[in-house]
């Protein structure tokens, strides 16, 4: 341990609790398949290394965004099937990889492919309008590629009870059965996290799994769902200020008694929003403690009070909670935003990335 440079900014994902919530999602799905989505990088977390995770926990399919992304787990050697969603026209897509499609020009591109058409059921997002399904569905049988699957995805699965998503599993059981009058046989995939935890009854023949992979519950429910990333830093200067000096660009908060502040050299450029300024804890030295002032690019002040801390102790700005650390969770509910968006945003290349488990 003595011999360690503590870290300076560095995330570590806990691959155990990536398997556990995988296997976890996959017995809530049933006898559904389980796609892994490691779209923007595993959501911050590493695609590759979330990607083996989560075959191992138990997915028998992967997700991306990207061909690009996709292709990227096929270099690292992983051969399971992947679904890419979302290219813009023209874009190569290595043979192997699953391609969505949303309309009849994307279908014209196409041959000799294992194609999974989408219906837009109402999110108004990528998918094929209602009207124009079933010229596609007609196209997509008359030509040379295989008609895997029909999918949609859902706008509000997260609210339980939310009207639109039995509205929405109603358009698409009248989309899979157009796909069916046209002589097609194809599997049906609906579900994200929210949907698998929550209806069962959407789940279909296979579920498309992300944020709770990851650990983050997108329902108001409790589950058993363990999250995988923490971020810390360590303690790079203490020092004592009197009663009265202030803290940090634009001076926002002064000490009303001496007080000791621990630099930790982390900021907005390693992912935590300068919005949290004087509106986030760290956990050091096992106690939650305030940050005080403005979080500048590169570090932030820990107010310590009378504690004395030593350089190099660890510094937790978020995790699972079990410590007493804050969340993800927590940060987004600050901001008025979802975890998703924090965890993503911590794949930068001033972070140092650890995996354990
Ligand atoms: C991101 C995404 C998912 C996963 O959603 P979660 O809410 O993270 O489970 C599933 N399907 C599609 C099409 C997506 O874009």
Redesign the pocket.
């Known amino acids: 341990m003595a011999a360690q440079t503590p870290p300076r900014a560095e995330v570590t994902v806990d691959l155990d609790a990536i398997r556990h919530n995988v296997a976890l999602l996959a017995a809530r799905a049933g006898e559904a398949a389980t796609?892994a989505?490691v779209?923007a990088d595993g959501?911050g977390h590493g695609a590759v290394e979330v990607a083996r995770a989560a075959l191992r926990g138990g997915a028998t399919w992967l997700?991306s965004?990207s061909a690009a992304e996709a292709v990227a787990l096929r270099d690292a050697g992983i051969d399971a099937p992947i679904l890419a969603?979302?290219d813009l026209p023209g874009v190569d897509v290595p043979p192997g990889i699953d391609i969505a499609v949303s309309s009849i020009e994307h279908l014209n591109t196409l041959s000799g492919r294992r194609i999974h058409l989408k219906i837009d059921t109402g999110l108004s997002r990528n998918g094929c309008p209602r009207e124009l399904w079933p010229d596609l569905v007609a196209a997509a049988a008359a030509s040379d590629n295989e008609v895997y699957a029909v999918?949609s995805?859902l706008a509000c699965?997260?609210e339980p009870g939310h009207p639109s998503v039995d509205s929405q599993a109603k358009r698409f059981a009248e989309a899979y059965q157009i796909a069916l009058d046209a002589g097609l046989n194809p599997k049906r995939h609906l579900a994200?996290?929210?949907a698998?935890l929550d209806r069962p009854d959407l789940c279909f023949d296979m579920v498309?799994?992300?944020?709770?992979?990851y650990g983050l519950n997108?329902l108001p429910t409790k589950e058993d769902l363990k999250p995988a990333m923490t971020f810390r830093s360590s303690v790079a200067l203490t020092k004592r200020i009197a009663a009265g000096e202030s803290v940090s660009y634009g001076q926002s908060w002064t000490a009303e008694k001496p007080t000791n502040l621990a630099l930790v050299p982390v900021g907005y450029a390693d992912g935590i929003p300068r919005l949290l300024s004087g509106r986030f804890d760290v956990l050091l030295g096992g106690v939650r403690r305030p940050v005080r002032g403005r979080v500048c690019m590169d570090q932030i002040l820990v107010d310590c009070g009378d504690d004395v801390v030593e350089v190099g102790e660890e510094v937790v700005l978020f995790g699972p909670g079990d410590r007493g650390e804050p969340t993800a969770r927590e940060w987004a509910d600050t901001l008025g935003t979802i975890d998703?968006e924090i965890v993503t945003g911590m794949y930068r290349p001033r972070l140092t990335r650890r995996y354990v488990g």
Do not use: E, Q
Request: charged share 10%; net charge positive.
């Open positions: 796609m989505v779209k959501y997700g965004c969603w979302l999918w995805h699965a997260d994200n996290s929210a698998t498309r799994v992300g944020i709770a992979m997108p998703y």
